[in-house]
């Protein structure tokens, strides 16, 4: 009888190190369609986002939603008054327009947000998609970096848009972008832009380890990019180079047409 042969030590090894080469091709493959699921329902989201801002617009003869306002009457899932801070933030006062808040749950599409113990809250603060709340809508709160008052007005001009015919190029303009609030918490109600009347980013590149703040909540968390829906109903996937360029936020730089531009007082040339 023939002696059967055995696999050799060389051939076990070379099974091995394929085995574990397809492995890390499946985890990998599998990663990378969780991540695209991941921006695809973001971007979906932020369509979704965009038809209710304009509907809301449309009720409010072209005003727009303010993108933070204290003294609002906001209601809940149930009819319920709520206090501040959930009334002052846009998802509540937005929710009217997205249908039954049990089904949408959120505006961003987080279905785990009524699991939460406060979810009412929850939806309030870490929506996953923030409102450009400064430049777009105006931000009254206390907190706010450049409220729209008349002192400011007086001293800045119109550094806003608060109507829907005043802004001047629709397709570009920033309206919400992917927020975070930590390093470890995705989402937030507010996204802030590289500058106002000073620089707010941070010169370093975007780190998902330091402070959210560092580039105004905003997540690049898609593969280096973070969604944005603009103006104009659309919604696109951005790099942080693109998303510095301040005619995407500011509706005065892009009418002056100043990707580095900084909001300055009204008699500065």
């Not at 709520?82 to 987080?110: I, K, Q």
């Not at 709340?133 to 550094?159: E, N």
């Not at 609030?181 to 009347?197: A, D, I």
């Amino acid at each position: 009888m023939k002696k059967q042969r055995g696999f050799t030590l060389m051939e076990l090894l070379v099974t091995i190190t394929i085995l574990v080469i397809l492995a890390g091709l499946i985890v990998g493959a599998t990663s990378f369609a969780k991540r695209r699921l991941a921006s695809v329902n973001e971007l979906s989201a932020a369509r979704n986002l965009m038809i209710a801002y304009h509907q809301y617009a449309g009720d409010h003869s072209g005003k727009l939603l303010e993108g933070y306002k204290t003294d609002q009457e906001t209601t809940g899932p149930d009819g319920e008054y709520l206090h501040f801070p959930m009334n002052a933030r846009y998802p509540w006062r937005l929710m009217p327009y997205l249908g039954d808040p049990r089904e949408t749950l959120t505006v961003n599409g987080n279905r785990n947000a009524w699991d939460a113990a406060d979810p009412i809250y929850q939806v309030s603060v870490m929506p996953n998609l923030g409102i450009n709340a400064v430049l777009v809508g105006g931000h009254y709160g206390s907190a706010s970096p450049l409220p729209p008052t008349k002192r400011f007005t007086d001293a800045y001009g119109k550094f806003y848009v608060s109507h829907a015919h005043e802004v001047h190029d629709p397709s570009n303009l920033i309206v919400f972008a992917s927020a975070r609030q930590s390093e470890n918490e995705r989402g937030y109600f507010e996204v802030r832009p590289p500058k106002l009347t000073q620089t707010l980013w941070s010169s370093e590149e975007f780190d998902e380890d330091h402070p959210a703040k560092e580039h105004g909540f905003v997540d690049f968390r898609h593969g280096g990019k973070a969604v944005v829906a603009k103006f104009d109903g659309s919604a696109a996937l951005m790099t942080e180079d693109e998303m510095r360029d301040m005619r995407m936020w500011s509706n005065q730089a892009a009418i002056m047409n100043l990707a580095d531009y900084t909001i300055r007082k009204a008699d500065t040339p």
